[in-house]
């Protein structure tokens, strides 16, 4: 009976340990790394959330350029842009 215990805890335990990952560093990425353990991060949280951040950037980057293709899409948008540059240029002073 313990046998099993242990057997389930060791089960429940592995499967509630978070993934590993194993990288290289470079310099320039040791050092990155230094300075963020230095503001007092632990290495595991300055990875997790570089990892975080440049995947939130990403996101943002791809929302950013679906918006783009959007209104290049939008014919109306287009139209009342031009129009609107035009009236800027019109009001612009001469010289």
Request: overall charge neutral; some cysteine.
């Amino acid at each position: 009976m313990r046998r099993t215990v242990q057997r389930v805890l060791h089960i429940v335990i592995h499967c509630r340990m978070a993934n590993a990952v194993s990288v290289r560093l470079d310099d320039e990425v040791q050092r990155a790394l230094h300075t963020l353990e230095a503001s007092g991060m632990s290495r595991s949280e300055a990875i997790r959330k570089s990892i975080l951040d440049a995947a939130a950037t990403l996101r943002r980057r791809e929302a950013l350029r679906a918006e783009v293709a959007a209104l290049d899409a939008d014919e109306q948008d287009r139209q009342e842009m031009l129009e609107v540059a035009s009236l800027m240029e019109s009001l612009r002073a001469p010289g």
